[in-house]
């Protein structure tokens, strides 16, 4: 009999994994980040998008191998303790948590902020409060309400997506005719080289950054082994498919990359084509997507910390439990929402600067996974498509590996400092790393698929 006090409910389908994932990835964030890209690539920023989506093809395909052997709550902690060494995975899911555990804080923070600046007179702990309250009280009651807000709020960024695009096709149109909607100029720039759009692209592969999120909600997913893949590929292809749409046409009506504030050009741009009104849509858009982003960030961290718990990595009382009401990781996700609260007390740059390291650690390690996985196999008798287990894993692990090169020395400093804090928990944990870290048993993990 399965024990329903640590095991999740499984209700989620294709369609509400791929809406939780395009939450999590935000696709409005290609306008919130546009002139920052347009700049990088002189005009080229529908090159950079292309290649980027090109670039995390590889790794989507990685989280499908693992999330089709392994469909169990954990993601990239999971598949490589599964697949490679507990100590290993302990290490990969720590460094994980930088992502999973402060991005709500980063989105809450950047929601607060936008909202300040439209209402002045409101302090900002006042805005960073009622999302976290919000957000913390929907994931309480469970993934299936969650998952009801989150699409009607997609439904309206995805609409304000469509009128920017075509406010900018409009605009284009009415200046230059019907055949200036046909140009290469997105994609070529001016004056711009290979390396001005791979720097780019390296910029643009931050947007990717939550496909992988999808995986965490494997144990909420009816048939998760033929599910879960599915979702990851459809959230990358779709969400890289809006980011370079929009970004081309973007491009149309501001040419080129130079921008009196670049961080501020897609508000501008929305005013010009649009009007002030337009220009107050956006604005609304782009928080709504800040908390339907939060929404799915909570969600997926709190996912992960109570695997880890589960596993007794993490205080089990504390992270492995459910709601015996609602059947979720309720002290897991009231642990990231004390997190949050963090965000009162910082800024933008210094809370995003650490959080991409970590996700770059996991990618990497995905793609090494499924090589162990398909060498293991292979040693059993079993033959895998090499195509899938080990070249495009290999790729993965190079373009990743670059990416991961071009963070900051901030960034890099920071996450090594906090991986050199899981190596000592790991080191007491394992008595000395002569030991595995304890892990829950694979049949009970996988029990309620049955």
Known sequence: MTDTTTTLTRTLRLPSLVIFGLAYLTPLIVLGIFGVIAS???????????????????????????????????????????????????????????????????????????????????????????????????????????????????????????????LALADVAGADGAGALVSATPFTGVDVGLLGIAGGAAIAAYSFLGFDAVTTLTEETIEPRKTVPKAIMLVALIGGGIFVVVSYAVQL??????????????????????????????????????????????????????????DGVLPRRVFGALSPRFRTPMLSILVIAAVGLIAMFMDVATSTSFINFGAFIAFIMVNV???????????????????????????????????????????I????????????ILAIVTRGFRRQPPELPVEEAERVEA
């Open 40 to 166: 990088q690539t002189g005009g080229a920023s529908a090159s950079a998008y292309l290649l980027a989506l090109a670039a995390m093809l590889f790794t989507a395909n990685s989280y499908g191998r693992m999330a089709a052997a392994y469909p169990v709550a954990g993601s990239a902690y999971t598949y490589v303790r599964r697949t490679i060494d507990g100590r290993v995975g302990f290490l990969v899911g720590w460094a994980t948590l930088l992502d999973y555990l402060f991005l709500p804080m980063v989105i809450w923070l950047i929601g607060g902020s936008y909202l300040q600046a439209q209402f002045p007179g409101v302090p900002m702990a006042v805005w960073i409060l009622a999302f976290i309250v919000l957000t913390t009280v929907l994931n309480l009651v469970g993934i299936k309400v969650a998952d009801r807000v989150n699409l009607v709020l997609m439904s309206f960024q995805i609409l304000v997506i469509v009128f920017f695009v075509v």
């Open 369 to 411: 996974s499924v090589i162990v996985y398909w060498a293991k196999r292979r040693r059993d008798g079993e033959r895998l498509n090499p195509l899938l287990y080990l070249v495009c894993p290999t790729v993965g692990v190079a373009v990743i590996a670059f990416l991961l090169t071009q963070l900051d020395m901030h960034a």
């Open 253 to 310: 009506v501001h040419p080129g990359g130079v921008f009196d504030n670049a961080d501020a050009a897609a508000f501008e741009i929305a005013t010009r084509i649009g009007g002030a009104f337009f220009g107050a849509v956006f604005l609304a858009a782009l928080v709504v997507a800040q908390f339907t982003s939060g929404i799915a960030a909570q969600a997926a961290g709190s996912r992960l910390l109570y695997a880890m718990g589960r």
């Open 413 to 424: 400093t920071l996450g090594s400092i906090w991986l050199a804090v899981g190596v000592v």
